[in-house]
């Protein structure tokens, strides 16, 4: 049995267990306990209702209960946390002896980390696996992990980085949890802020909205304008996944040389559109790294 302890009772962990209860199986076959804990004894209570999870108000007793910590705070709460969790955890803390060698050391830090150690996920976004070890060191291992809020579906997508050194037994623990709502993709973490920039749903939402206030501009109504513009972006799309045509082929059949799609698509390419795309992707992204640089 391993008991996975939430750190946080926020929206993303809401996300996580609601896509957890959704996979009753995967939790059965890997015999999950799940446990949150957050400082809001109001969050608690709803968590405790809505998922029938086991809650902990109190940070000590939850961490000593942990097989498996998933950090879920916002980045600029992240470093509080950590440290308090590194006076919890037995020689999470330890330096080194002063009568170890300097090559007694350096055959140290080239061991692989053990498969036995205690093993913590962040899901917090911009903040890199070296400022993680570096507030909370050994014996914990560390993984980084970015899960999509539609995840409670079942139909989420999380990537996944790993140090290099970490066991491919933890590595696979970590690929089994999140697997169980939805897709899984492991990246280098050198690209991990591109991704998070990236697949956030709330691009689609907000193109969602967008699409469909320009409908009601022109006469429909608002059920209808939602209607016809979740076609035309979840229903196109899922279209695309399913099929093995590329995005260009799919294009070429939607848009018909001077027809109404292709006068649609022309005029937002020329009113921005694009470039508002990678303008909005370029300031997240910088949103990353000052997140990983505070």
């Known amino acids: 049995m391993s008991r996975v302890v939430f750190l946080g009772g926020g929206r993303i962990t809401s996300a996580m267990l609601a896509g957890l209860r959704l996979a009753k199986k995967s ?86 980390l053990s498969s036995r150690a205690p093993l913590a996920i962040s899901v917090a976004a911009g903040v890199p696996l070296r400022v993680l070890s570096k507030l909370v060191g050994p014996p914990t291992n560390w993984a980084r992990a970015m899960p999509s809020p539609v995840c409670r579906s079942g139909r989420g997508l999380t990537a996944l980085t790993f140090p290099k050194r970490l066991a491919r037994s933890e590595r696979k623990r970590v690929y089994d949890l999140f697997a169980s709502f939805g897709e899984v993709v492991e990246i280098p973490e050198s690209r991990f802020d591109a991704f998070t920039v990236t697949y956030s749903c709330s691009h689609g939402y907000h193109l969602l909205a ?52 292709a006068a649609t698509i022309a005029a937002a390419d020329a009113a921005g559109c694009k470039r508002a795309m990678r303008l909005g992707v370029a300031a997240g992204l910088r949103r990353a790294r000052s997140n990983a640089g505070k």
């Open 27 to 112: 939790i059965a076959k890997h015999d999950y306990r799940l446990l949150v804990h957050d400082r809001n004894p109001g969050k608690l209570r709803d968590l405790k209702k809505r998922y029938a999870v086991a809650v902990e108000a109190d940070l000590n007793r939850a961490v000593k209960q942990a097989d498996i910590l998933i950090v879920a705070v916002r980045p600029s709460s992240i470093r509080e946390l950590l440290r308090e969790i590194a006076n919890l955890i037995p020689n999470a803390t330890a330096k080194f002896s002063k009568r170890t060698t300097t090559k007694s050391k350096r055959r140290l830090s080239k061991r692989p």
């Open 210 to 261: 967008s699409l469909a206030d320009a409908a009601q501009a022109v006469g429909l109504d608002q059920h209808t304008a939602l209607l016809a513009s979740a076609h035309a972006l979840a229903d196109g799309i899922e279209a695309w996944r399913e099929s093995n045509e590329s995005l260009e082929s799919l294009i070429e059949e939607a848009v018909t040389p001077g027809g109404i799609a």
